[in-house]
């Protein structure tokens, strides 16, 4: 481009004024397009096309007028159209600014959602895990306490069976009496006759039995039913008395309980405690040894001697019991025999020791029965005596209270300043509301009296306190008259 500049104005003179003016035009249209661009910012693409079209105006390779004129023409074309397809161009760009604007702010949002979503799952997964914590602390807790072991002595529970067969049968009837004399004779007569029908016989025969032979049945019935009745009647009031010293036990094991298990979660808290095995009896008798057994304790000696493991001690022994004659066996068994005869007489004499040791525990808790039932109607005869005394003070109160009211010349007690308040107001509204509920006259008349002013109020208290005063006095003088006529 340089080379070209420099070799033009040595040919003509003209031409350097056809440059000058054709530079001043490019000049001219080049700040134009930058005007133009610094004032609507175009992409980096439209720049670089910009400037290489300013770079072709300005390199001028022919010096010629006709060229120049040409060129001139071509750059005018050029700066009319090329403002209205950059403006275009620009417009469009800007829509798709807009639109990637529009995209970026649409993907912010999600990504917004997304992080405060993950951020709810991470304090939901926390808060799990904390949860997930305090149940497995609890779970430990709990599987200590499993190993709570009280140790006072709970009552045992009864058993029902037992009570039932112990339990007295209500005494038969005087038809069942003679029923069960008179079985065997018609059973005799009538052999074949079934069940039914000899209650049949027996009940139309029942029919036609005097009152004189009947006698003798009820007399005994009588004497049964009385003795049932004394019996069942002492049964009853021994299961109350029990039944009270039962609650009374219960609360103070309850109480002994709760203690011990106070205790014992403060131990667990500190020191974990590890499970206890089931204490074997100590003074049970072994199970005798077999004559392989003995065969190999003798054995066993020899062959660690000579430094044989517990596997091919094992397997040498049984091999060589197998190959053994029954003489070589013999003196085994015989020992065997005989520690299973002593192991059998040892059991029996410890089977004993342990029937004797529970049937006296048996005749402990007989005798810790009855003291348990003694303290029972002991505590029955108080409850009973307290309730005694209480109805008696009850029945004192009443006596009192129709002694007082019985005398018709006692003057009675005036009513206070609601009473007489209620008394007329009561009037009042009978008058205005005819057929009124009770309820809600009582409910209207507190209203009203609450309602009331400080004045009112007053004027019903002083006739309550004028009718208090006349009551005085006229209970000063019936007092006076009973005392007189009491000491004539």
């Known amino acids: 481009m340089a080379d070209t500049a420099a070799e033009v104005p040595t040919r003509r003179s003209r031409s350097k004024r056809a440059l000058k003016d054709k530079n001043s035009s490019t000049n001219e249209s080049a700040n134009t397009i930058t005007t133009k661009v610094s004032e609507f910012t175009p992409p980096i693409s439209e720049q670089v096309i910009v400037k290489e079209n300013l770079d072709t105006s300005t390199t001028v390779s022919q010096p010629k007028k006709g060229r120049a004129a040409s060129k001139k023409q071509s750059t005018k ?207 049970k008798p072994k199970h005798p040894m077999s004559a392989y057994i003995l065969f190999t304790n003798d054995r066993r000696a020899a062959l660690v001697a000579e430094n044989k493991s517990v596997v091919e001690v094992a397997k040498i022994t049984g091999e060589e019991w197998k190959n053994m004659t029954e003489e070589q066996k013999r003196p085994y068994e015989e020992m065997a025999k005989k520690k299973k005869e002593q192991y059998v007489q040892e059991m029996e004499a410890y089977k004993q020791r342990k029937h004797e040791e529970a049937a006296n525990l048996m005749k402990e808790e007989e005798e810790h029965m009855k003291l348990q039932k003694q303290e029972a109607l002991q505590l029955l005869k108080k409850k009973e005596k307290t309730e005694i005394l209480i109805k008696k003070t009850k029945q004192k109160k009443k006596q009192n209270k129709e002694d007082k009211n019985s005398d018709p010349n006692r003057p009675k007690r005036p009513p206070s300043s609601f009473l007489l308040f209620s008394k007329e107001a009561r009037k009042a509204l009978h008058e205005e509301r005819p057929g009124i509920n009770i309820s809600t006259l009582n409910a209207l008349i507190s209203l009203k009296w609450k309602e009331l002013s400080e004045e009112d109020r007053q004027m019903w208290n002083g006739k309550a306190s004028e009718a208090m005063e006349v009551y005085k006095k006229e209970l000063e003088e019936y007092n006076k008259t009973i005392a007189t006529s009491t000491e004539e």
């Not at 997304?114 to 951020?119: I, M, P, T, V």
């Not at 003679?178 to 039914?196: G, P, V």
């Not at 009745?229 to 309980?257: I, N, P």
């Open 77 to 283: 074309q050029q700066q009319q159209q090329s403002p209205s397809s950059f403006e275009k161009e620009l417009l469009e760009m800007q829509e798709k600014l807009q639109q990637l604007h529009l995209e970026k702010e649409k993907t912010e949002e999600l990504l917004k959602a997304k992080d405060e979503a993950l951020k709810l799952k991470d304090q939901e997964l926390e808060n799990r895990g904390k949860e997930q914590e305090k149940l497995q602390t609890e779970l430990k807790k709990l599987q200590k306490l499993k190993e709570f072991k009280p140790t006072m002595n709970l009552p045992l529970p009864k058993d029902k069976e037992q009570d039932k067969k112990d339990k007295k049968k209500r005494p038969s009837a005087p038809y069942i009496l003679w029923c069960k004399d008179q079985w065997n004779e018609i059973k005799k007569t009538n052999s074949e006759a079934e069940f039914k029908d000899i209650s049949n016989m027996l009940g139309a025969k029942w029919k036609t039995v005097s009152a004189e032979e009947k006698k003798p049945y009820e007399e005994k019935y009588n004497a049964e039913k009385e003795a049932y009745m004394e019996v069942m009647a002492k049964e009853k009031r021994e299961t109350e008395a029990l039944k009270l010293l039962e609650e009374d036990q219960k609360q103070k094991m309850a109480m002994e309980l709760l203690e011990q298990y106070m205790q014992f979660r403060q131990e667990t808290e500190k020191e974990t405690t590890k499970k206890n095995k089931k204490e074997k009896d100590p003074l």
